[in-house]
């Protein structure tokens, strides 16, 4: 039976999962929604930053259970699902690399991860290669400073309004847009593009 990259993140989160309150079950299909809606863009996120589709499927998961145990703070007025869910994801990536060098670099798997299927797999694999050129991209920005990397990702590979794109970095919306703009012109510069 074929699993999809989304069961298989699913199959992930399931067990950690605990029933809700009668009045909180309302939560949990709220949250299936958000989930639903926004776990192809947390995959690319990961997507473009691993050629592992073990490292993505484990990230993906890591950042869907980090939101479902802090679903009920989510404040939709403060910002939308893909914001904070990008903001999660970006967290959980800096833990990982984080946990990553702090590790002998001949350990590739912690105990207890579950093996993916030949579908997931090659699922993953088709989404990893769908991200080559944001990981082209991503590598072109490699020498902008870190704030103006992360606005460019959020609002031209991932789609977030800059708006949206403040709300997941903690910054201004005009910030956003300064360095958006910024950032633009200097990979113009860089790639020869005139406008």
Known sequence: MSETVADAVADQVEPLRHPPP?????????????????????TAYFARRSGDPQTVADLTADTFVRAITSFATFDPVRGSPRAW??????????????????RSHGVRRIAGQRVLDADAVDDLVDRIDAQRPGAALLARLAR????????????????????????????SAGAVRVRLFRARAKLRKTTGERR
Do not use: W
Not at 22 to 42: D, I, M, S
Not at 148 to 168: H, I, N, Q, T, Y
């Open 144 to 171: 902008l400073p870190r704030l103006d990397r992360e606005v460019v990702e959020l609002v031209d590979l991932d789609g977030l309004s800059p708006k949206e794109a403040a709300e997941a970095l903690g910054v």
């Open 85 to 102: 869910l990008i903001g999660i994801a970006s967290r959980v990536f800096a833990a990982h690399c984080e946990a990553h060098t702090q």
């Open 22 to 42: 009668r009045k909180r079950a309302g939560a949990a299909a709220e949250f299936e929604k958000v989930y639903r809606a926004h776990v192809g863009l947390v």
